[in-house]
């Protein structure tokens, strides 16, 4: 019988990956208040999902002005090291491996969420149109409003932030945290940097292909020596997308670049998402290729798959893990299920972000369904 792609272990730096089956990063908004911290909760919801051959933590933002939607947890003080400590253990208990994604949102926050102060950014330029969401620290109000008007960065500024990726990075780890994830992606902080249309600083951070890398560049060294090994650095990016305001004039260009970038430094793995709404339009595999000769790691794809295109993917040569998100939401035991051919449950959209276990851990396994 031929081996299903999907079940071949991979290794990942010091890991071994059982399958080829990611759960890639998503926002929840279940942190205990007014701390955002990782809690019980959040610990069985993430064991639940342990037999995917990689976790990877929702978005947990790395210092205060990082903080762009309510509910979300951090990892910059004591205690939400301690909250984080609860989930990896109980994943590595369940006999998980788990990175947690690191996160600063850059201009995409409101002053409300960060106690008044202004949204920071590579440029002063407002992502208009686009909406975070905010809430009281008591739960009160919540509800989505457009983002605030940033600021741009000094150099200094930038510099300090940089400290707090390194620092978040050891608090990662500290918390038992196999890895770490830089999110390049989806228009936050470092993606404002990458893409042209939201850069036109006219400093070292700004203006060619390299100035606008430079900060990504600056990012990923200061995780790689926060984790101790570039192995357990990841980074998500979008290349081919426009979410959340962030363009830029010749994506296939830059991301390229950064790509070449990323395998010079030697990050373990790049996450790439793809569009994912319906009827997007799938990125080129004649792109993806390129990226397999660019990044001479690990590549991770997300958007839309089926197992059967997972499959494909992998067989093809240019991915070597597939993330499923919304399919982990209601499914906790999807790779039995997509092992077995089993039908996937749907999610609830309306318990996806805020709430308690409803639509977090009361989802059922096959076995569970069965009994």
């Not at 999902?49 to 004591?78: C, D, F, M, N, Q």
Request: glycine letters at 12%.
């Amino acid at each position: 019988m031929t081996q299903d792609p999907l079940f071949e272990p991979l290794r990942l730096g010091a890991l071994t990956l059982p399958n080829r089956i990611v759960m890639p990063p998503m926002t929840r908004s279940r942190a205990s208040r007014p701390g955002d911290e990782a809690n019980d909760l959040m610990a069985a919801y993430y064991a639940q999902r342990a037999s995917a051959g990689l976790i990877v933590s929702e978005g947990t933002y790395i210092a205060p002005l990082g903080k762009g939607y309510a509910w979300t947890p951090g990892i910059h003080t004591p205690a939400q090291v301690a909250g984080w400590r609860k989930v990896t253990r109980a994943v590595h208990a369940a006999g998980g491996r788990m990175f947690a994604q690191l996160w600063h949102v850059g201009r995409l926050s409101h002053v409300s969420l960060l106690g008044g102060r202004q949204p920071v950014s590579s440029s002063p330029i407002q992502a208009k149109g686009v909406n975070v969401f905010v809430a009281g620290d008591d739960g009160s109000t919540p509800g989505f409003v457009q983002a605030s008007e940033p600021r741009a960065l000094g150099v200094d500024e930038i510099r300090e932030i940089v400290g707090q990726y390194r620092a978040a990075a050891r608090h990662a780890i500290d918390a038992g945290f196999d890895g770490v994830e830089l999110h390049g992606a989806n228009g936050y902080l470092v993606n404002q940097f990458i893409d042209s249309q939201a850069n036109t600083r006219t400093d070292e951070y700004g203006g060619s292909l390299g100035n606008r890398l430079r900060f990504l560049r600056e990012v990923a060294q200061a995780l790689i020596e926060g984790a101790g090994d570039a192995s357990r650095v990841g980074v998500r990016l979008a290349p081919l997308t426009t979410l959340n305001g962030c363009v830029d004039d010749d994506p296939q260009t830059t991301y390229l670049a950064a790509a070449k970038l990323l395998g010079e430094l030697g990050v373990g793995y790049l996450h790439i998402a793809e569009a994912d709404w319906d009827d997007a339009p799938l990125m080129p595999v004649e792109f993806k290729r390129k990226l397999r000769e660019a990044f001479p790691g690990v590549l991770i794809y997300a958007g839309n798959y089926t197992a059967q295109r997972a499959r494909e993917a992998i067989a093809a040569g240019w991915a070597d893990l597939i993330a499923f998100g919304r399919p982990f939401v209601a499914n906790p035991d999807l790779p039995e299920r997509l092992r077995a051919g089993a039908p996937l449950a749907p999610h609830d959209r309306s318990t996806l972000f805020g709430g308690g276990a409803h639509g977090l851990t009361d989802y059922p396994t096959l076995a569970q369904d069965a009994a």
